[in-house]
């Protein structure tokens, strides 16, 4: 399994899989899977290349979820090494894509081989869900398998998505959850005049700036055992001509929350209004959910992780709902538990993008452990 987590990396590196691009990843996944027992389905929306494998029928359904698409590489002369050759130096092996995430694809892959070599006939059925579009929209990659999947009421039990997930050491991270986030656009409407004569004219910046210092006071939530307190950032904040002598006639301000399950989308909303109104701001005001919370807690998928990395690394890992939004918002919709464990992520598309030779082996043993915790005692 050691080898085979080494060398399927090596090969999925090979592949120039820039976003939306698959460059054959999923072909090459595809027939591995095929030879293993798998039904595939490929789904295809505009430019991106989706696969739904499942092997058996049988609950619980535990599904290995992932993308083959990566980031640019960035100046390729700053590389020490070609960043599509998969190169070995000082027990690391580098190239794009190393631990974000082809990485946890070939380990995947590794561990499933090895658990169905011991038992051919699992308690319980086993899938995949890939996708080349969670680097760049995620408008044509996994929510387009989500709903074909919640179209024919097909619902996942557990689902472990590869995100590279440890900080110092590999096992010492998994995330049972990602906060949501909401964008909002502003805007204050004021009246354009000559700024020698300000009682012609109304100041938007300065008829929003009470409200501004508000809203960055305010205690959305306190959070929860999970999450930390919700945050309201300004991402961006626009006014005036250009000119030094007119006062602008509307402030555009773009915002975000960072927001957690204790709050709803609706309350967050209602709060901003009621904040913008009791300022007396004439507004427009538009939203955008970029991504809801989701949570998986104790029990279950975390608890059976947790001990497969214990078992593997004699490290218990810290459980963290941090960082930016991931394919799991959208699994979660069909999926009742949803946990992201994968390697070492300091490098994530950097230069010299790299993973442990050593972590390969242990992410697959780790992988191959929560198969056997969920589907040989189901």
């Not at 090969?11 to 027939?31: F, K, M, N």
């Not at 949501?180 to 700024?195: C, D, K, T, Y």
């Amino acid at each position: 399994m050691t080898r085979k987590a080494l060398q399927y990396t090596r090969e999925l590196i090979a592949r120039r899989s820039l976003t939306p691009e698959d460059a054959g990843c999923q072909d090459w996944l595809g027939e591995k899977l095929d030879r293993l027992g798998f039904t595939l389905e490929t789904v295809r929306s505009g430019a991106v290349i989706n696969l739904w494998a499942r092997r058996g029928t049988a609950a619980p359904l535990l599904c290995f979820a992932g993308h083959t698409d990566v980031v640019p590489t960035g100046p390729l002369e700053q590389w020490h090494s070609d960043p599509f050759t998969p190169t070995e130096r000082d027990g690391q092996l580098y190239g794009r894509g190393a631990a974000d995430m082809k990485g946890s694809i070939a380990a995947f892959l590794a561990a499933v081989e090895a658990f169905l070599a011991e038992h051919p006939e699992p308690a319980g059925s086993i899938a995949w869900l890939i996708t080349s579009d969670e680097e760049g929209p995620a408008v044509d990659g996994t929510a387009k398998v989500v709903e074909r999947l919640a179209a024919r009421n097909e619902l996942i039990d557990y689902c472990i998505v590869g995100e590279p997930t440890c900080v110092s050491q590999f096992g010492d991270m998994m995330k049972n959850g990602r906060r949501g986030s909401l964008h909002g656009r502003l805007r204050v409407n004021g009246v354009q005049a000559h700024i020698a004569y300000p009682h012609l004219g109304k100041n938007p910046i300065h008829l929003a700036a009470p409200a501004i210092a508000e809203l960055a006071e305010t205690v959305w939530d306190a959070g929860n055992e999970y999450f930390p307190p919700t945050t309201w950032q300004i991402s961006n904040l626009h006014s005036g001509t250009g000119a030094m002598n007119v006062i602008p006639g509307h402030a555009d301000i773009a915002f975000n929350f960072r927001f957690s399950t204790a709050s709803t989308v609706d309350g967050l909303q209602q709060r901003v209004r009621a904040i913008l109104d009791r300022h007396g701001l004439d507004y427009d005001l538009t939203w955008e959910l970029g991504a809801k919370p989701f949570l998986t807690p104790r029990g279950g998928l975390v608890d059976a992780l947790a001990a497969a990395i214990i078992d593997t690394t004699r490290i218990s890992p810290e459980l963290s709902t941090t960082g930016g939004t991931s394919d799991g918002r959208f699994i979660a919709d069909i999926a009742r538990e949803v946990v992201e464990f994968g390697p070492i992520n300091a490098s994530i598309h950097k230069i010299d993008e790299h993973v442990g030779i050593e972590e390969l082996a242990q992410l697959a043993q780790v992988y191959q452990g929560v198969l056997q915790r969920l589907l040989v005692s189901a």
